[in-house]
């Protein structure tokens, strides 16, 4: 049972715009996460946020949370031919001890 | 460098022969799991171990056996692997599992069953 889907599954742009992309999850959560992956390597994270936050900002990352909708976004401003990747949410139900994550968007950023 | 090793990188096999994929992390991480991430289905977990000795399943762990014999080591045994284990298999650790943790992952390791 995968907890989270994101929107959309693919998104191009040009540099410079922002890009935006949207997760969704089925249960109460604790945390979330988001991860990039650069094709075919493994992911590193960028941002969590926790269930009592709204909001959060890294550097050009801004990430918001509305656990009543259970969706989470992830915006990336000024974006750069070096953002092309793919980001995955990851969340925790508030009981278990696992990680769910999405099907990701892959985010492909033009000169 | 603080890193969760995955070996081999890359491998192909043939249906039946047993194989394992290693992998350890150098950050006395109490957490570890393993995950498989095919084509339009993100990742998905396959199991996961809170501390040595403790291991459970995740969401696909059919054809696969995991040990945690140390806390350092975590290894995939795939007993007699099929052509639908082909697949791209990540590691990853973290301090004590779900919560305000983040996941550290391995390279990945490519597996083609024949």
């Known amino acids: 049972s995968q907890q989270g889907e994101e929107d959309p599954q693919a998104l191009s742009i040009q540099e410079g715009e922002n890009a935006t992309m949207n997760c969704s999850y089925k249960?109460?959560?604790?945390?979330l996460q988001w991860y990039r992956q650069n094709s075919g390597r493994g992911l590193v994270h960028l941002i969590l946020i926790r269930s009592n936050e709204r909001e959060k900002h890294s550097g050009r990352l801004r990430v918001t949370l509305d656990t009543s909708k259970k969706s989470s976004s992830l915006l990336i401003t000024a974006s750069r031919a070096a953002d092309t990747a793919s980001y995955f949410c990851a969340t925790d139900a508030d009981t278990g001890n696992q990680f769910y994550f999405g099907t990701g968007t892959s985010l492909t950023v033009i000169p | 460098e603080a890193q969760v090793t995955q070996n081999p990188r890359y491998l192909i096999t043939v249906t039946g022969k047993k194989l394992t994929v290693t992998c350890s992390q150098n950050?006395?991480?109490?957490?570890m799991s393993w995950y498989r991430q095919d084509p339009g289905l993100g990742l998905r977990q396959i199991y996961y171990s809170m501390n040595v000795e403790v291991t459970d399943k995740g969401d696909v762990p059919e054809g696969y056996k995991v040990s945690r014999k140390e806390k350092r080591n975590f290894p995939l045994i795939l007993e007699s692997p099929s052509p639908n284990q082909t697949s791209l298999y990540f590691c990853?650790?973290?301090?004590?599992?779900?919560?305000?943790?983040?996941?550290?992952f391995g390279a990945g390791s490519r597996l083609t069953v024949l």
């Open positions: 950050m006395n991480h109490e957490y």
């Open positions: 249960t109460s959560i604790n945390n």
């Open positions: 990853a650790s973290s301090v004590t599992g779900p919560g305000a943790n983040v996941l550290t």
